[in-house]
């Protein structure tokens, strides 16, 4: 896109406050979301009236200060992040803003804090570490969402070192009934995905007597 067009597209559908930016401009390292996928961000959470948010990759905190305007007041963010210079980026980000106790800002591996998560009890869920989907984040991810929940995932088709775990986690959540899913080819490439109602056996069998 034109440089010129995408400022506007920026200044009218994506404007950030001056503390979003500061942040931005410190975690120019660990790959923060660009105005107008925070502004996706922002539109996801409004859509589906979310109040319960986990992010794995914490994004210096940019991503947060996207969503936390969307929750409700006591709605949470759970922001995970596995690097302690990335952590600390967030959490002095979060404290600028004045997040208080909406953001509960873990620093740890994603799998395992992931796993003291409480089943179905989340609406979205934000996947954008290195790699950003693995098998493994996406069985939680599943586990994690309520029917009706929204997945979303930053970085899926970069390459590199990650390029085979990565395919092997989009085919994965391709082949599986329980999430419908696209891609986008933009910020390395973003999936947006809707964890459906479990497959009913009983309704299967019913159709096939």
Partial sequence: ??????????????????????????????SPPAPEVGALLRWAARTIQARAVVEVGAAGGVSGAWLLPELP????????????????????????????SRVRAILGDPV????????????????QSRPAVTRELLDHARRLLHPGGMLLVRGALRGG???DALATALQILAEDEVFTATILPVDG?????????????????????
């Fill in 189 to 209: 490439g973003l999936v947006l995905a809707t964890r459906l109602a479990e497959p009913d056996p009983a309704g299967d069998d019913a159709a096939t007597a």
């Fill in 1 to 30: 896109m034109d440089e010129t067009v995408l400022a506007e597209v920026r200044r009218v559908m994506a404007p950030e406050a001056d503390t979003t930016v500061t942040a931005r401009r410190r975690a120019a390292s660990v």
């Fill in 73 to 100: 007041p006591r709605g949470v963010l759970t922001s995970i992040e596995p690097d302690p210079h990335a952590h600390s980026l967030a959490t002095d980000a979060y404290e600028t803003i004045g997040a208080g």
């Fill in 161 to 163: 070192e990650d390029a």
């Fill in 112 to 127: 395992t804090v992931l796993g003291r998560l409480s089943d179905h009890a989340y609406d979205l869920v934000l996947l």
